[in-house]
Antibody, heavy 123, light 107 residues
Framework: QLQLQESGPGLVKASETLSLTCTVS??????????WGWIRQPPGKGLEWIGS???????YYNPSLQSRVSMSVDTSNNQITLTVSSVTAADTAVYYC???????????????WGQGLLVTVSS | DIQMTQSPSSLSASVGDRVTISCRTS??????LVWFQQKPGKAPKFLLF???RLESGVPSRFSGSGSGTDYTLTISGLQPEDFATYYC?????????FGGGTKVEIK
């Protein structure tokens, strides 16, 4: 059974870099046909796609965040990492990692989600 | 970016009611739409894809319709476990974008 677990600091200072890890169990992140990604949700607000990475390690980012976001993988630990630089209070959100629906394209949706991790940016 | 407008932002309904939620997109997305349900403190769960295809295991009281730029989620016979917030998301073109959500509350 596929499970995703986000981990990282719950509190980050403004202007610093946020790093989050998604640990995947029950499936290999190297499996062909699957994309992995991040979505965030500010408290009480809607959902925002941050970016995704393919099984060939191609990355796709939301243009609104592209200058500050980076994703990478650690295949030995079956993990996906997200970094967001120069954070502000607007980056305070629950961060979800997820797996896209099986497809040759990332243009679909998350069919599996982690439980989410609240990250607060302090001034 | 494709803009997604959901309406209403919230509604009150009773168990057994028929509920409809609208999702309007800023351009034709050719049915590339998914509906999610989210309960407080939980990750979203997807219900339908391709605008009207029901995901396996999702009750048949959920249905989707629409085309072009106008889509609708219908819950026929609202159940206590259906009180939640619903989001639409388009996957026609990047970036993936979501509607603002519709909170379904108990009347």
């Amino acid at each position: 059974q596929l499970q995703l677990q986000e981990s990282g600091p719950g509190l980050v200072k403004a202007s610093e870099t946020l790093s989050l890890t998604c640990t995947v169990s029950g499936a290999s992140i190297t499996s062909s046909g699957y994309y992995w990604g991040w979505i965030r949700q500010p408290p009480g607000k809607g959902l925002e796609w941050i970016g995704s990475i393919s099984y060939r390690w191609s990355t796709y980012y939301n243009p609104s965040l592209q200058s500050r976001v980076s994703m990478s993988v650690d295949t030995s630990n079956n993990q996906i990492t997200l970094t967001v630089s120069s954070v502000t209070a607007a980056d305070t959100a629950v961060y979800y990692c997820g797996r896209h629906r099986y497809s040759s394209s990332m243009y679909n949706w998350f069919d599996h989600w982690g439980q989410g991790l609240l990250v607060t940016v302090s001034s | 970016d494709i803009q997604m407008t959901q309406s209403p932002s919230s509604l009150s309904a009773s168990v057994g009611d028929r509920v409809t939620i609208s999702c309007r997109t800023s351009q034709d997305i050719s049915n590339s739409l998914v509906w999610f349900q989210q309960k407080p403190g939980k990750a979203p769960k997807f219900l339908l894809f391709d605008a009207f295809r029901l995901e396996s295991g999702v009750p048949s009281r959920f249905s989707g319709s629409g085309s072009g730029t106008d889509y609708t989620l219908t819950i026929s016979g609202l159940q206590p476990e259906d009180f939640a917030t619903y989001y639409c998301q388009q996957y026609h073109s990047p970036p993936l974008t979501f509607g603002g959500g519709t909170k379904v509350e108990i009347k």
